[in-house]
């Protein structure tokens, strides 16, 4: 029984270490996109018009973590450390543009948000940085 303890707590010790060398490893989080100025699922940002000046959020478990303002092109670009990172990989964070689509285009006067997953090839996690970009945004309408 006594070494059953030990074994966990040198298991956990070394996990310990393994994840603070990998956290100095990994470096750090780097999204970049475009955000278009238009409503629907999936927009496609090749079709649309770009949205210039719209506050871009990175949202993780709910909570804002970074943000960008998109420049007169409708791009951005924000870093993340690798904690918000984690938490990228397994889905738990959006980019979210919660700046009325009317300040793009006077048409658009639905209120709600725009909201993209993040995708990225894993490949670039052991580079030092390590790239995401948008999967597509949505319009997503705000509810009473």
């Known amino acids: 029984m006594a070494s059953k303890a030990i074994l966990l707590a040198a298991a956990v010790v070394l996990a310990a270490c393994v994840l603070g060398t990998a956290e100095a ?3 750090r989080l780097v999204i970049t996109g475009v ?5 629907g699922s999936l927009i496609d940002i090749a ?12 949202r993780c478990m709910g909570k804002m973590v970074a943000g ?5 092109n409708g791009s951005f670009s924000m870093e993340a450390d690798l904690t918000n990172a984690l938490a990228a990989f397994i889905g738990g964070c959006t980019l979210v543009v919660d700046t009325p689509l009317i300040k793009c285009n ?5 209120v709600g948000s725009l909201v993209s997953y993040l995708q990225g090839p894993l490949t670039r996690l052991l580079g030092g940085i390590f790239h995401l970009f948008p999967a597509g945004f949505s319009f997503h309408a705000r509810r009473n």
């Open 106 to 110: 006077a048409d658009l006067t639905g």
């Open 25 to 27: 490893k990994l470096g």
């Open 35 to 39: 955000v278009p100025c238009n409503t």
């Open 68 to 72: 960008a303002t998109t420049n007169s």
């Open 47 to 58: 079709t649309s018009p770009a949205f210039p000046n719209a506050d871009v959020e990175l």
